[in-house]
């Protein structure tokens, strides 16, 4: 690198304010990207600005889908925040969700009127045990065989969803439903309610809630948090410290298998109201995205949710109303996650002026 | 099962597994060099997309390949800046990689969806492509095990600090074996939405960039190792789209899962041995390296 430019010069200690500023400053960039692209789309960028980002949450009803959609993506995200946390890297949260929604909506189809009033809660229960079952596999074959759960957790992602898709063809296919891929709807008493009336959001946002506080008991005043943590920090010192990392595994993945496996059952016993082939525009995956802007903290996570639940709605409006396809929030989603993690690179680096030439 | 039969079976494993050749055998190389680049899958759809249009525009193979290589290198030269110039955690910059891979495939393809391709001349049984892709497996070996540039790259993934502290420019090789893996991602899209399914939809990939990654862990790290998963897995494909043909009775929806379990069986038939990852994994795989010096 020629001597006149600035070089990267490691920060003795990682600065807090940098670590706080990053996701802002990601979210800027992100925003000024937006008026740049609709500047190159011959739109007017204000106009452009103000159909993706404020016309989406300007009514009763649009402030309930961005709660709508904000809701599983943060589920999946505080069980993620958990697991990235102690360096476990569970990127299958797509097929965690999937394999909730199957068990509790196999519930909710088959259990449910035996059930009662309890139908409910067993099939929320349902839905976390599946998240957790297909979360635990990558956690056995990581503790066991040593295999990375990165590439196991993402290939379950597609076995899941063709199992759904094996059974909404098949099995648990609506007889009455003209042959869609689709099960018949499941009763209204099983539907979530929902926050209130003239919108789609449900008590899931509640769940979200208590899940958010659980998770920052967990991180902040729990032994098995810190044990977690360390074991993500320095993987020697807790090794030294007789903390075992497959406990950590274990404890990682079976958490945030069950929160997306809880946001699976949510979405098809909440908007969705039975079970399909397609159940989820990727919130497993922009989970991750999440996650990382949320800083892995229960607090950032709700409100990175926000933020992603909105390029979710934004990408909607520009589709219908500036004719943009909706697959545009995918862009948006992976330039925010490039943003947030270049912009880190100042929680650890800072710049070292170059040096001032002196006369020899 | 007569003759011909069996020998059209073979002949569609070797070109399902191109694409997988090229992946892996590029992703190889940049972990050899020590760093971990999980957006293959976004580089092959980018590579598969630009392709399709270039070849569909233009009416030119060459000029599809040679856009696909170009996509695909430009998304991993943006994956490097971040990774080794900005030092970001290359698990997660890969992730957003796929991410924004497939984002930018899906809103710029739209118009393109559900269009045929081009179709490719073919040379005994084969076009040339599928030869492209079988001579990288000994070129790379030969590069890698044989020259000095190989040396080079391996000693930068064994020890980056040493490499360095020896004068070598860890930064330009890492940058070069990323760049060469993005180039061959590229190459493996672009085959695919050429030469395997010559048309272009969404999602066209379906998850082939992450079993190439699990291809470079099966093949520990040694490129004629590479060749011989890719035609398990393109014989596997092959293998479910034949089942009906062959009277097996399983739902399609199970045969379909097949290359994903067996991604899963491969990956712990390989890591259940510690000794053998710890013998053949490059040792700075995934570890940033900055020179304070």
New interface residues.
Partial sequence: MPDWLPALERRPAPSSVMRMAAPLLAALAITLTALLAFAALDLSPWSGLYTFFISPIASAYGVGEWLLKATPLALCALGLSIAFRANVWNIGAEGQFTAGAITGGGVALYLAPQLGGAGVPVMLFAGIAGGMLWAAIPAWLRTRFNTSEILTSLMLVYVAQLLLAWLMHGHWQDPQGFNYPQSRAFDDALILPLLADGQRATSAVWMTALLALATWVLVRWSYAGYRMWVGGEAPAAARYAGFSEARSVWLGMLISGGAAGLAGIAEVAGPIGRLQTSISPGYGFAAIIVAFVGRLHPLGVVLAALLMSLLYLGGEAAQLELGLPAAVTGIFQGLLLFYLLAADVFTHYRLRRPPVARPA | MSGSYVIALISATVIAATPLVFAAVGELVAERAGVLN?GVE?MMLVGALAAFIVSTHSGSLLLGFAAGAGAGLALAL?FAL?TLT????Q???G??????????S??LG?PYAGHPGATMPVLFHFDAAVYLALAMVPFTAWVLNRTRVGLLIRAVGESPQTAHALGKAVQSLRYGAVGFGGLLSGLGGAYLSMAVTPMWV?GLT??RG?IA??LV?FSIWKPWRVLLGAWLFGGMTVLQLHAQALGLPV?G??M??LP??A??LV??LI??N?RL?RLNQPASLGRPF?A?H
Avoid: K
């Avoid at chain 2, 900005?86 to 955690?89: A, E, F, S």
């Avoid at chain 2, 992730?95 to 930018?104: I, P």
């Fill in positions: 999980l976004g943006l971040l900005l030092q970001t955690n698990v997660a910059t992730l957003a990689l796929t991410l924004f891979g497939s984002g930018l899906a809103v739209r969404e379906a998850g992450w990654l699990a862990v739902p929806e199970f379909s899962m994903y379990l991604t899963i990956l712990v890591c259940r510690p990852l900055h304070e």
